[in-house]
């Protein structure tokens, strides 16, 4: 069975740019969660979508944003790019069940780097 | 505040030795537990995970966590370590009421000497 999948692998902006960041849960999933890990630290939640609708956020500014599709695919995307947006961003998806036993599995990553 | 604290940030053992990494929580309320590893450059793969019950709980590749209420702690231990085991390991906690929003330490970074 295919994993979570994400694209593009990696990515290079400049300050000030915006990008798109694409992700595909495993099959019969229908919940998705974005997190940004910064170099030598743990993953941070960004946001959590479940059946389209935006369950939970984490403490992360305006710039972020995110949607999920019919299909349960999602996008995350961040305006105004800054130097500290330079992470390797994750997807997580799970079945969407909520609470805590909600146990979630995790893409390869897409590596930002902003110039 | 919920958090975990991973004490060590690097750990060194020799091939063939045990291994235990360190994991404590801070949550009010019974905290569902995982441990997840990661390799370089790839993404975070689920080794293990608490919910209730047995607190000795077995993982993939010949991993163990063991559950300790009054000490907040939540180990993860394997009696012989392969030289494939080299990875940045992270635990994580899920608070029960916040879907699967997981918090995370911020990781053990382990080498395996040959």
């Known amino acids: 069975d295919a994993g979570v999948t994400q694209s593009p692998t990696h990515l290079i902006k400049t300050r000030g740019q915006q990008v798109t960041l694409r992700c595909s849960p495993i099959?019969?999933?229908?919940?998705v969660s974005w997190y940004q890990q910064v170099l030598g630290q743990g993953p941070q939640f960004i946001f959590q979508?479940?059946?389209?609708?935006?369950?939970g956020r984490g403490n992360f500014p305006d710039r972020f944003s995110a949607r999920q599709f019919p299909n349960y695919s999602s996008e995350l995307n961040v305006n105004a790019l800054l130097l500290g947006d330079s992470a390797l961003y994750l997807c997580?998806?799970?079945?969407?069940?909520?609470?805590?036993?909600?146990?979630?599995?995790f893409g390869p990553g897409t590596r930002l780097t902003v110039l | 505040a919920q958090s975990v604290t991973q004490p060590d940030i690097h750990i060194t053992v020799s091939e063939g030795a045990s291994l235990e990494l360190r994991c404590n929580y801070s949550y009010g309320a019974t905290p569902y537990l995982f441990w997840y590893v990661q390799s370089p450059g790839q993404g975070l793969q689920l080794l293990l995970k608490?919910?209730?019950?047995?607190?000795l709980v077995q993982g993939i590749k010949g991993f163990e966590a063991e559950f300790k209420r009054s000490q907040s702690s939540f180990n993860l231990r394997k009696p012989s370590v392969h030289w494939s085991d080299a990875a940045e390991y992270f635990c994580a906690v899920a608070p029960y009421n916040q879907g699967g929003k997981l918090i995370f330490g911020q990781g053990t970074e382990l080498s395996v000497k040959p």
């Open positions: 099959s019969g999933h229908k919940s």
């Open positions: 997580a998806s799970s079945l969407g069940t909520g609470g805590g036993t909600d146990t979630q599995y």
């Open positions: 608490y919910f209730s019950g047995d607190t």
């Open positions: 979508y479940y059946e389209k609708e935006e369950r």
